[in-house]
Structure formats: structure tokens, C-alpha cells
């Protein structure tokens, strides 16, 4: 009988705990699998990966090259879908099968960063950050502005607000394609190798950019990276080696 | 920043590309309205030569000799009081003048060889005013002039290959042998007052034209075999039509058009001609925009990845290419337009000789007739058509998978 009430307080204190840890998590991986096949041959880029992101949290996937973090963030970024197991936003699960559907929840959930800054080249900065607003029906054309300009003065480059990018340096670029991620107001920002093409210091200005908008915006980020410079700045570090999370 | 904004930005990316894309499309644009513009050109001068030379742009004629097909003497039939009739059309808004003819058929004879012809009895002031540039002089005198200056002889102007036939020249004498309207036999001499060249061939070889008066001495009667309506505009001619209808319930009223067989042909074979050459210019600004726009999606395939990755909708993406592609399309049209606007006023002044069309006897200048639908119907053809090329290419981009798209190089 004592064993019996000793179980059910601990059960007790266990459901206390899942409960405040689910109102918590933002995101929530679960068994997944995905392996690209090319003709013949198969290579499996993610083994039955478990992951479990709290909001507000600023976050490290760090591994070597090849070890399938750009294809988890693609993954949780619902730009690829997986083949086996499932993510959930916020406690709802993400319709996989339902491009439309996917392509909504990222338009208002998810901002991206790209290594490779990916700004379209024949849009001014403030024309790049604007632009995931552009078909949001929630944002008015004047807070859309409001939001771009107030963004990219965030990140340090109101001066720069009608330059093209090519008129840009590699770390300011970053950091507009930082501001466009940011504008929507994402609950996760998924950045890829966001540092990789940059030099020490804009390295470590992009990172600090990053972390203080986190702790301004409240948004949970999730950065892929192997590069040693930043790797302390971050609140946990989820270390992947041949499609798995390292324990 | 708007879709058509960033459509015409990205238009310029690859300008020589972009350049030639719009070249293609100008020149299709000035092939397609210059066409056009000879055609209607043909068209009009047809038309005109049809009406002026033959039909009228109105005939009225007393229906009894249609109805009575087994009647051996139409003229029985013709029209009477023609003062009056003539005085009621000539009161109408839209009419410029009518004008009294007698046809008649027959055998003319210079006295050593005879040649069958067909001939007309009209009032030469008017007939002659009316279908002088269509049907030109081209020796001695026209048969109101001659009337006038020797009232006492009667004349005849005849057909150019005829009176090569017969060899006879202005200034001389032929024998003309017709039937009356009651079947009798009648003959009579006339003096050659000129030669026509009439554009039609069949003509050429057997028409020969006479006066009101001495037609009807010649057939014994004071009616005519129609009333030929002239109208101020050839465009006024289903109204007038109407009108006289309305007015002249118990006659035959029939438009140039419903008689003008020879007009229908050619305007048929030239639209399919021309149909036919359209379709291969557009088919052209067809592959060359959808060339164009594969190529810049080809290039493009990650920056389409990054558009839908940060939300851009997928059919967004598709309408950015299809304006790019009616962009290029508009621009070449434009282009197209003011060349054809160029090329007119010069081909309009310098007048190339053009060859006799088949069934003709001589050629005309070659001049563009500018159409004012054409210019908005074309172009804006043209522009439909490298939209619906982009079709394709636009379609495979907003269909790209993301990732894939992003990893693309």
C-alpha cells in the first residue's frame, strides 16, 4: 500500500513535469527517418531522431559536414519532408502531406538563415526583409514597412536600407537575411551554417545579432553549426554524428 | 515591392538575353501588323475596284425577271420611272448620286471579223467619274467627253483586248447587233470613242460601254436593268440598304457583297494565307519567349527555392514569371507597333510597284491600310502569347521542391 502511494505520488510529480515541460516545448521531433536514394544506392541522412526544443531557447546542432543537420533543419523548417516519424509545433503535429498547409505554417512560424545569405539580388535590403510579409494578409502594408525598417536598424544597417546586396559585405548581407528571418515574427528561427562564410568578426557580430534578438523577440533558434568560434555562446548543444543525436 | 515591380527587375538581370527575347518579338509584331496591313490594304482596293468598276455599292433592280427564270426577254421587266426612283434615292442622307443601267449582249463587227461582247448603256458622266481610276483610259476619249464634243455620232468606248481584237483604234467605225426587248433583231454603228483597260480579264476581252439614250434606242425601250446606288462611304452600306428596303418594299434592293463572288475568294484565300504565316510568327514568339524563360528559371532555381522557403505562395512565384514573360511580350509589342507605324509612312510614300494579282490585269502600289483594331488586337495577341509560353516554364518553378531548389547550383 505505502509502495502503491509512493508510485502514485511519483507518477504524480512525473505528469506535473510533462505537463509544464510540454507547455514549454516548442518543438518536439519523434522517431525520424529520412534516407535519400540515388538510383541504386541509399544514403540514410537521419536515423530515428529524437529532439525536443523549449521556446525562447537559443540552440546549437553542431556536427561534422555530411552528419545531417541541414536535412533535420530542412525537416523542422518544412521545407523536406521526412519518411518516417513526426514533428510537432506546439503541441500540433505538422500535416506533412499537405504542401499548402506546410507552406502556411512556415510562412508564419518558421524564419530561415541560409549560409549562403540567399537575398535576391535585384531587391534593396529593406525590399529583401519585406519580403515574407508581402502575402500575409495579418500585416498591414504599413506595419510591414515599420517592421522591415525598425528590423534592419536592429541589425545595425538603417544606413543601408536601398543598397543591393551586391553592395553589401558578406557579414551585413548576413545579417539582412537575419532581419528577413526575424520579420514575421517566428516562434523558431532555423539558421544553417550561418557563420561559415564569414570572417572571424562578422562571425561573432552575426552571432551576438542573433542571440540578442532572441532575447528581445522571444523566438527559439536552432543553429546549425561546426564552427568552433560560436559554439560557447549557445544555451544547449545538440551533437549529430551519422544521422543520430549524440546522448 | 510589388510582383510586377519585381517581374520588371528581373526582366533586366540578363539583358542581352532580355534584348534579344524583345527583338524577337518586335520584329514577329511588325511581320504580323504589316501583313495585316497589306492585306487590308488588298482589301480596300478590291473592294473599291469591285464596287467602282462593276457592282456599285447598291443595285436595285424589279425582281420580276429573277422570279421569272424561263423569261426570254428580262428587259420586259426592267425598272420604269427611273426619274422618280432616282429623285427618292438621291433624297437619302447617305446617298451620293445614282446612276441608270442597261446591260445588253451582242455581236460587234469592224465589217471583216465579229466578236460576241457584253455592254452597258450608262449615264458616262456619272459612270465615268466614278470608275475613272479603276478602270482607266488608255487612248482616245472617255464617252462623256466624246458626247459632248460630237452630240450628233453615237459612241461606244470599248474594252482594251477587244478592240485588240477587232483592230480597231479610236476615231473608228464598228457595227454593234443586239436583240430587243422583244426579241427582235436591231443593229447599229458606233464611232470608238476610247479604250479602257478594266482590271478584270474577262472583261478586257469583251466589254464594251455606250450611253444611256443610245442603249435604249438600240433596245426599244425607255427602262433599265438596274439602278446603281453610290454611296458617300462604302461603311454606310447595310443602313442605306435597310433605308431603301424600308422605302421600296416591291424591289430587288442587293448589296455589293452579296454579288461580289471574285472578292470573296480572294479575301479567303488571303486571311488563310495570312492565318496560316500568323500562326508561324506566333508559334516563333511562342518558342523564343518559352526558350527565354526556361533559361532564366534554369538559372534562377535557387533563388526560386529561397522565395518559397520565405514564403512567397507557390502561384505567386508562377505569376512573377508569367508577367516577366508579358513584359517581354508587351515591350516587343510596342516596339512592334511603332516600327509598323515607321515602316508604313515610308512604304506609304515610296509606293512599291506591285505585280498584277491573279485575276487581274495590272498592278497596284504596295501600301499598308493601318487598322486601328489590329494595333490593339495584335499586340495584345502577342502579349497573350509569351504569357502562355512562360506558362510551362513558370509552372515548373513554383512546383520545384524547396530543398532541392535550394541546394541547386
Not at chain 1, 510540454?22 to 544514403?43: A, I, P, R, S, W
Not at chain 2, 532580355?18 to 497589306?38: D, I, Q, R, Y
Request: hydrophobic residues 45%.
Amino acid at each position: 500500500m505505502y509502495n502503491d502511494e509512493v508510485d502514485f505520488s511519483k507518477s504524480l510529480i512525473a505528469d506535473s513535469y510533462l505537463i509544464f515541460s510540454t507547455m514549454n516545448t516548442l518543438l518536439q521531433v519523434q522517431d525520424l527517418t529520412k534516407t535519400y536514394h540515388d538510383g541504386v544506392t541509399e544514403f540514410v541522412a537521419l536515423r530515428h531522431i529524437e529532439l525536443s526544443l523549449q521556446a525562447g531557447t537559443f540552440s546549437a546542432l553542431s556536427g561534422p559536414s555530411g552528419c545531417g543537420k541541414t536535412t533535420l533543419l530542412n525537416i523542422i523548417g518544412c521545407i523536406e519532408v521526412p519518411d518516417e516519424g513526426s514533428i510537432s509545433f506546439e503541441g500540433q503535429k505538422v500535416p506533412f502531406e499537405k504542401m499548402t498547409v506546410l507552406d502556411k505554417f512556415r510562412r508564419e512560424n518558421v524564419g530561415l538563415v541560409f549560409q549562403d545569405f540567399n537575398l535576391i539580388s535585384v531587391l534593396t535590403a529593406y525590399e529583401n526583409v519585406e519580403l515574407p510579409l508581402l502575402y500575409n494578409s495579418k500585416v498591414s502594408a504599413t506595419e510591414r514597412r515599420r517592421r522591415a525598417k525598425a528590423l534592419l536598424t536592429a541589425v545595425g544597417l538603417a544606413e543601408h536600407l536601398h543598397k543591393y546586396p551586391r553592395a553589401l559585405s558578406g557579414g551585413q548581407c548576413q545579417r539582412v537575411a537575419v532581419a528577413r528571418a526575424m520579420v514575421n515574427h517566428p516562434k523558431l528561427v532555423l539558421a544553417d551554417e550561418p557563420t561559415a562564410n564569414l570572417d572571424s568578426q562578422s562571425a561573432q557580430d552575426v552571432m551576438q545579432l542573433m542571440h540578442k534578438l532572441n532575447e528581445q523577440q522571444g523566438s527559439a533558434f536552432l543553429i546549425a553549426t561546426h564552427d568552433p568560434r560560436v559554439m560557447d555562446q549557445f544555451d544547449q548543444n545538440y551533437a549529430m554524428l551519422e544521422g543520430q543525436i549524440q546522448r | 515591392m510589388t510582383l510586377f515591380r519585381f517581374a520588371f527587375r528581373n526582366m533586366w538581370r540578363n539583358k542581352r538575353r532580355s534584348v534579344l527575347s524583345t527583338a524577337t518579338v518586335a520584329f514577329g509584331t511588325l511581320a504580323v501588323l504589316v501583313a495585316a496591313g497589306f492585306m487590308e490594304y488588298s482589301f480596300y482596293g478590291l473592294q473599291e475596284t469591285t464596287i467602282r468598276t462593276d457592282l456599285g455599292h447598291i443595285q436595285i433592280e424589279n425582281p420580276a425577271p429573277l422570279q421569272k427564270a424561263s423569261g426570254e426577254h428580262p428587259l420586259m421587266y426592267g425598272l420604269e420611272n427611273v426619274p422618280t426612283l432616282k429623285k427618292q434615292i438621291n433624297d437619302m442622307p447617305t446617298v451620293r448620286y445614282s446612276m441608270a443601267r442597261l446591260e445588253l449582249q451582242g455581236i460587234i463587227s469592224n465589217g471583216e471579223q465579229s466578236e460576241i461582247f457584253v455592254g452597258r448603256g450608262v449615264e458616262a458622266d456619272k459612270e465615268e467619274a466614278f470608275a475613272s481610276s479603276f478602270a482607266p483610259l488608255i487612248a482616245g476619249k472617255g464617252l462623256y467627253q466624246a458626247s459632248l464634243e460630237e452630240p450628233q455620232e453615237p459612241h461606244i468606248v470599248l474594252a482594251e483586248n477587244l478592240a485588240a481584237k477587232l483592230e480597231v483604234k479610236p476615231g473608228d467605225w464598228v457595227t454593234i447587233l443586239t436583240t430587243t426587248v422583244y426579241g427582235g433583231l436591231n443593229g447599229m454603228d458606233f464611232k470608238v470613242a476610247g479604250l479602257v483597260r478594266h482590271f478584270t480579264p474577262e472583261y478586257n476581252e469583251r466589254f464594251v460601254m455606250f450611253t444611256l439614250p443610245v442603249t435604249q434606242d438600240l433596245l426599244q425601250t425607255d427602262k433599265i436593268s438596274r439602278l446603281i446606288v453610290v454611296l458617300r462611304e462604302t461603311s454606310q452600306t447595310d443602313i442605306s440598304i435597310a433605308q431603301i428596303r424600308t422605302q421600296f418594299p416591291n424591289l430587288t434592293v442587293i448589296p455589293w457583297y452579296e454579288k461580289a463572288t471574285f472578292y470573296h475568294s480572294v479575301v479567303n484565300l488571303y486571311w488563310t494565307i495570312f492565318g496560316f504565316l500568323g500562326s508561324i510568327i506566333i508559334i516563333v514568339v511562342i518558342l523564343t519567349s518559352f526558350n527565354t524563360l526556361m533559361m532564366t528559371v534554369m538559372e534562377r532555381i535557387p533563388e526560386v527555392g529561397t522565395l518559397m522557403a520565405v514564403g512567397i505562395p507557390r502561384v505567386k512565384v508562377m505569376w512573377g514569371f508569367l508577367l516577366e514573360g508579358g513584359l517581354i511580350g508587351l515591350f516587343g509589342a510596342i516596339i512592334g507597333v511603332i516600327a509598323t507605324l515607321l515602316v508604313a509612312v515610308v512604304v506609304n510614300l515610296i509606293q512599291i510597284p506591285m505585280p498584277p494579282p491573279p485575276g487581274g490585269t495590272f498592278g497596284y502600289p504596295f501600301k499598308l491600310h493601318l487598322v486601328g483594331e489590329y494595333f490593339i488586337v495584335i499586340p495584345l495577341l502577342i502579349t497573350f502569347a509569351c504569357m502562355l509560353a512562360t506558362y510551362i516554364p513558370a509552372r515548373y518553378a513554383s512546383r520545384l521542391n524547396i530543398s532541392w531548389a535550394l541546394r541547386h547550383r
